[in-house]
C-alpha cells in the first residue's frame, strides 16, 4: 500500500510525503512510483493511542463490548486501546486478560491492551497475580473506579509492578471526602441541589502517589486529572524528578460545570467537570507538559443507566468517536497545541509511558496510521454511534476533523 500526497505528522514537523506500507510497516517515507490511495488534502496521523477504555467485557455487555468498542475505536481513528479491568470478573487473573486478547484478535480492528487489577476482586484488600497477568499481556495496573485505601499496599503494588516492567495508572479519589458528591461542589452544586464533591478529594490522593513515586523512586501515572490544584501538584512534582506521569480527557478541557444545570445525567462523569479556572488549568497543563496525554475514559452505558434521575445515574461518557475532533478542534484551532504536539499527546505519549509499539510515522515502525480531514465540520449525533453507548453531553457540538481512514499494521479496518 502507499498513502500519496499527504501531510504526513511527524516528530520535528509537518511535511508532504507518500508512505509506502510492506508486511504491516512502515517501508518508507518520501516519494513513490505508483499507484496508491490519494491523500491529496488529508492528514496523516500515527495511530492514535488510547490508555484508558471501558469495553465492559466480560460481564456487562449490555453497556458495550469488545466488538462494539474495537469499532467505535476505529471509527475515532485509535489503533491501541487499553481497557480498564472492572469487568465481570474482574480483569484480575490471566485468564480473564487471555480472553480478552483472544477475544480482541477474533474481532480483529483494533489493538486491545488490557490493563489488570492492582488488587484482587478490586476489594483493596490482596495484590492480584500481577506477573502471570504480565505473561498473559496486561500492560499495566489499575483500581480505576476507585483509590487503593491502604497506602502501603500500594507501595507494595508499585514496587511489584516495577519488577515486572508495569506501570499502576491511579484513580486518584478519597471516598470519605468524596461522600456521595455526584459534581464538582460550588455555585452550580448549590443553584441545583445536586451532593458536591471537593476538588481535595481528588488532590489528596494525587499528593499520596506522588509522595510514594517520589520515596520509592518509582515511576507512576495520574488518570483524568481533571483539578487546578492537581496539575500544580503535578507540575512542582515533575520540576523536582518525581516519575509522575497525567492524563487529562477532552471533557475536561471543552466544558465547565455549568453543563450540570440542564440535569443531563451525560454530564455526570467521575472525577465531575469543573469551573473554568479547572478547565485553563488543564490546558495549561497540556501545553506546557505537565499533563503528557489525553485519553477518552470511554465509558458506554445503556440508555437505562443514564435515564434516572441524576443522583442514581451513572458515571461516564462515551468518548471513542469524539475525542480526536474535540481535541483537534479545541486546542489545535484554538492555538494551544501543534498538530505535533497533538499527536504527541494521542499517540508517542501513551506509547512511551506504557511501553507499547508504536507512536510515530517512521521507517520500520508499525503500519498503524489514522487518516484525517482537517477541513471538514461536522456535527456530533450520538445517534450515529457505533459504539453501544450513546451516552455524550456533546450532542449537537460542531467539530473539525473527520477519519478518514484508520490503518492498523497495515491493514484498512476503518474507511468512512
Not at 483472544?102 to 489493538?111: G, M, P, Y
Not at 465540520?377 to 453507548?389: H, Y
Request: proline share 4%.
Amino acid at each position: 500500500m502507499i498513502l500519496k500526497n499527504a501531510d504526513v505528522v511527524l516528530k520535528d514537523g509537518v511535511r508532504k510525503l507518500d508512505i509506502r506500507i510492506e508486511d504491516g510497516r512502515i517501508a518508507g517515507l518520501g516519494r513513490f512510483e505508483g499507484e496508491g490511495i490519494d491523500c491529496t488534502g488529508l492528514t496523516v496521523f500515527p495511530g492514535f493511542i488510547d490508555m484508558h477504555v471501558h469495553l465492559r467485557e466480560p460481564g456487562f455487555e449490555k453497556k458495550e463490548d469488545i466488538a462494539s468498542g474495537s469499532a467505535a475505536a476505529v471509527r475515532g481513528g485509535f489503533t491501541q486501546i487499553c481497557c480498564m479491568p472492572n469487568t465481570r470478573p474482574v480483569t484480575d487473573n490471566k485468564v480473564v486478560v487471555s480472553y480478552i486478547v483472544n477475544r480482541a484478535k477474533e474481532v480483529n480492528l483494533c489493538k486491545v491492551r488490557p490493563i489488570g487489577a492492582i488488587t484482587e476482586g478490586q476489594e483493596g484488600k490482596n495484590l492480584a497475580a500481577i506477573g502471570a497477568m504480565k505473561a498473559a499481556g496486561a500492560v499495566a495496573l489499575s483500581e480505576d473506579g476507585k483509590s487503593v485505601l491502604s497506602a502501603g499496599l500500594m507501595a507494595n503494588a508499585m514496587m511489584y509492578a516495577a519488577d515486572f516492567g508495569l506501570k499502576c495508572l491511579c484513580h486518584c479519589e478519597d471516598a470519605s471526602l468524596v461522600d456521595g458528591g455526584v459534581v464538582n461542589e460550588g455555585y452550580y452544586s448549590t443553584l441545583t441541589g445536586l451532593k458536591g464533591s471537593i476538588r481535595a478529594a481528588e488532590d489528596i490522593v494525587i499528593a499520596r502517589e506522588i509522595c510514594l513515586a517520589e520515596s520509592l523512586a518509582l515511576p507512576v501515572h495520574i488518570c483524568h486529572v481533571s483539578t487546578y490544584s492537581g496539575v500544580q501538584l503535578i507540575r512542582e512534582a515533575k520540576a523536582r524528578g518525581v516519575q509522575v506521569t497525567a492524563e487529562t480527557c477532552p471533557h475536561y478541557f471543552t466544558l465547565t460545570d455549568e453543563v450540570i444545570a440542564s440535569f443531563d445525567t451525560n454530564t455526570k462523569v467521575n472525577p465531575p467537570i469543573r469551573e473554568e479556572k479547572d478547565r485553563l488549568a488543564i490546558i495549561e497543563g497540556l501545553r506546557d507538559g505537565t499533563l503528557d496525554c489525553i485519553v477518552t475514559d470511554h465509558a458506554p452505558h445503556h440508555a437505562d443507566d443514564k435515564n434516572v434521575e441524576y443522583a442514581l445515574a451513572a458515571f461516564g461518557i462515551s468518548g471513542l468517536e469524539t475525542s480526536f475532533a474535540l481535541s483537534y478542534t479545541q486546542l489545535v484551532r484554538g492555538g494551544t497545541l501543534t498538530l505535533e504536539q497533538l499527536a504527541d499527546k494521542m499517540s508517542a505519549a501513551p506509547a512511551r509511558i506504557l511501553g507499547l509499539e508504536g507512536g510515530a510515522v517512521e521507517p520500520g515502525a508499525p503500519a498503524d496510521l489514522t487518516v484525517v480531514d482537517l477541513n471538514e465540520a461536522w456535527t456530533i449525533d450520538p445517534a450515529q454511534f457505533v459504539s453501544k453507548g450513546k451516552n455524550t453531553p456533546f450532542a449537537g457540538r460542531e467539530v473539525y476533523g473527520k477519519v478518514r481512514y484508520t490503518i492498523v499494521d497495515g491493514a484498512i479496518r476503518y474507511e468512512g
